[in-house]
């Protein structure tokens, strides 16, 4: 089957997003984000959305998925699924070559891993009686009806527990619509581990001086409560925390900071465990983009 998709990947800092504009660009394609905060309204600086990226010679190069609900919305694995292949389908029918760009792991490998992925109707009756049992409990029978259990942090939310447990005892409802089999060429972008943290860091000093606090603090003016910012992300909760007055500034940052690196050393460990399931990763040294249109030119047109 020839390729019908390009990935980029990679962890956070690497450049993904320009490189990903740069190749659209050139090759005639639109960008499908596969980033599971972008998604998100008034999370800008702290989620990355570096909007100048997608300029490239006068062009603005398209992109799907960025700033499309509320920070107070729940988007989930499903909902990234069911709008990734409409808008892959929109782009077939166009002819224009879709770019899937990102770092949220289970995201990419959904995609790349063709997940069977479906939609449970809402039972009113049958979550109430959910409802009335504690999260440990609910999570040891998630545990028990889907061992093999994709996102941890479904254990972590009773919320979540709940509708996981009820996705899974569900067989025979709505799945994904326009659904087509992907054969992508992927591209991956590493670089050395100590190269990766020193850009983080500097990256997270620019955003604060660019105002991610007013932001954050924007956000609590709105009505996110201090639990929601906790599952926005590190940036979010670390910000959050430091606002509530349980952490100093100096604290706040050396944490924020650590936490980061330690999910750009996670993202990694999802790549390499999609490596090691069949899925080809081509990587190159960092955001080099003659290495990256050389792949492409040489695998994506046979």
């Known amino acids: 089957m020839p390729y019908n998709l390009i990935t980029i990947l990679g962890p956070t800092a690497v450049g993904k997003t320009r490189l990903a504009a740069l190749l659209a660009n050139r090759f005639n394609g639109e960008i499908i984000s596969a980033d599971s905060r972008q998604v998100y309204r008034k999370l800008d600086l702290g989620t990355g959305k570096d909007f100048e990226d ?25 909902l990234f699924n069911k709008m990734f292949y409409k808008i892959f389908s929109e782009l077939q029918f166009k002819n224009k070559i879709p770019f899937l760009v990102g770092g949220t792991g289970l995201f990419l490998h959904s995609i790349l891993s063709g997940y069977n992925l479906n939609q449970v109707p809402f039972d009113e009756i049958k979550y ?35 509708k996981a447990i009820m996705i899974s005892e569900k067989k025979d409802f ?112 960092g955001a080099d983009y003659s290495q990256a249109e050389r792949i492409i030119a040489d695998k994506y047109f046979l």
């Open 54 to 78: 997608y300029f490239v010679n006068g062009n603005s190069v398209k992109y799907h998925l960025i700033d499309i609900i509320d920070p107070g919305g729940e988007f989930n694995l499903f």
């Open 128 to 162: 109430k009686e959910l409802e009335s049992y504690d999260i440990d409990f609910l999570a040891g029978c998630l545990k028990k009806i889907n061992p093999r259990l994709h996102n941890t942090t479904d254990l972590l939310i009773k919320e979540r527990v709940i």
């Open 174 to 285: 709505e799945g994904v619509e326009n659904k087509t089999e992907i054969n992508s060429l992927t591209i991956g972008i590493k670089l050395d581990r100590e190269f990766v943290k020193e850009r983080i860091t500097a990256r997270l000093k620019q955003r604060f001086e660019n105002g991610m606090i007013d932001e954050v603090s924007n956000l609590l003016k709105n009505g996110i409560t201090f639990d929601k910012l906790y599952f926005l992300g590190l940036e979010y909760r670390f910000i959050g925390r430091y606002l509530k007055g349980e952490l100093n500034y100096e604290e706040m940052f050396e944490k924020l900071n650590i936490g980061i690196h330690n999910f750009a050393k996670r993202q990694m460990t999802w790549f390499r465990k999609m490596e090691r399931e069949g899925i080809e990763i081509n990587w190159i040294d």
